[in-house]
């Protein structure tokens, strides 16, 4: 059996190993800053668990294997002024915007998107990180070192975050989990319910709109698409080549998880329309400590990542799946996390079914 190399060696790259272990696959995540040389073999495959990477040993090895999966639609999504104008190509509705050019001002920004617009950094933003309000009740200015390196984008008020996460394999065929309903707050993702009844109307919209992004970039593996719900519509906000943070219920949730279908499509093993167990919801870990009480929660699954905790960072998450409400319920009232999670709580008590 060949090697799946993964370029980067975080959480998803641990968990897209343990996907592969019982399907028979050899998953090797690599750190980025790895000076080792790779037994790269000319069978391998080479997948990754981040949008961009720094040039180094371990990636230039990576990157120049002939079998490295959607390699040249990674650059594409990774800078955010490509992957918008990827979705205006496509027709695919997004939040407005426009490129921050080096002479561009706020008056202009206020004039096209309105008294409240968000700029951010082309590359390397996440959870919320590489964000800037221009607010102009408070005459906001664009500072010098935004300049040429943003979008500026329309504060959009929508009534919730949903995400469609989907794999695609060699062949075109394409699966999709049900839409998940996302809190974020502060720009970072705290919890995620699915499926929902609810949200079924829009699937079959938001299935057609990933499709049409996968197939026009021959994308194979999973792929999620972040969207704002405003009313019956769907915007896109941004796009992920590569397994989600929305979609890590899916390994409670699902007969087949998000990693192992990545893990199938990038190695071209058979793909098929996975079961969705129960009602599932997942809550992040964020700047707290491993604190193993919470095994005695009825029905959790812990993932802790075994990363040096810090403020705002995710060190873990817990997956919940069951047919029982009340089972979920009480385990949400059981959970002992410290603030803003009362928040990401009720969220979660007032949104299951
Ligand atoms: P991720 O960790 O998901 O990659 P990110 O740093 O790349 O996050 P976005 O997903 O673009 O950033 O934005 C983070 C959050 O900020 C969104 O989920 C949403 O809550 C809020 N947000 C983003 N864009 C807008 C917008 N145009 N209007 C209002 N809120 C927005
Ligand atoms: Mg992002
Ligand atoms: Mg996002």
Redesign the pocket.
């Known amino acids: 059996m060949s090697i799946l190399w993964v370029l980067g060696a975080g959480q998803l790259g641990a968990m897209l190993k343990q996907a592969g272990t019982p399907i028979g696959v050899d998953v090797r995540p690599i750190d980025i800053e790895s000076t080792d040389v790779l037994p790269l073999n000319a069978e391998d495959i080479v997948t990754a668990e981040r949008e961009e990477w720094p040039d180094t040993a371990a990636t230039k090895q990576l990157a120049t294997h002939n079998n490295f999966v959607n390699l040249a639609t990674f650059p594409q999504l990774a800078d955010r002024l490509t992957q918008k104008q990827w979705l205006d190509r496509l027709n695919l509705a997004t939040?407005p915007w426009f490129p921050v050019e080096t002479d561009s001002t706020a008056k202009y920004a206020y004039q096209m998107l309105g008294d409240r617009v968000?700029m951010?950094r082309r590359r390397g933003?996440?959870?919320?990180?590489?964000?800037y309000w221009l607010k102009e009740s408070e005459l906001t200015e664009i500072p010098d070192d935004w300049k040429g390196q943003a979008i500026a984008?329309?504060?959009?008020n929508?009534d919730e975050?949903v995400s469609l996460v989907g794999v695609r394999g060699r062949n075109g065929e394409k699966y999709f989990y049900p839409l998940t309903l996302?809190l974020?707050i502060n720009?970072?993702?705290y919890a995620s319910i699915s499926p929902l009844e609810r949200l079924k109307p829009l699937q079959t919209k938001a299935e057609k709109m990933l499709s049409k992004l996968m197939d026009t970039l021959d994308y194979v593996g999973v792929m999620a698409m972040?969207c704002?719900r405003v009313g019956d519509n769907l915007l896109i906000?941004?796009l992920?080549p590569r397994v989600h943070?929305s979609g890590h219920w899916t390994q409670a949730g699902s007969s087949v998880s998000q990693f192992e279908n990545h893990v199938r499509a990038v190695t071209n093993l058979p793909l098929a329309p996975s079961e969705i167990k129960n009602q599932s919801m997942m809550v992040n870990l964020i700047g707290v400590d491993l604190d193993h009480e919470w095994l005695k929660i009825k029905g959790l699954e812990l993932h802790w990542y075994g990363k040096e905790v810090r403020p705002g960072r995710k060190v873990g998450h817990l997956n919940f799946c069951s047919n029982d409400k009340n089972l979920l319920q009480s385990a949400l009232k059981e959970l002992n996390l410290p603030e803003p999670y009362s928040e990401a709580i009720n969220w979660m008590t007032e949104n299951l079914p």
């Open positions: 939040a968000l951010k933003g996440y959870d919320g990180k590489g964000q984008e329309q504060a959009i929508f975050e996302n974020h720009g970072i993702l972040e704002f906000n941004e992920a943070n």
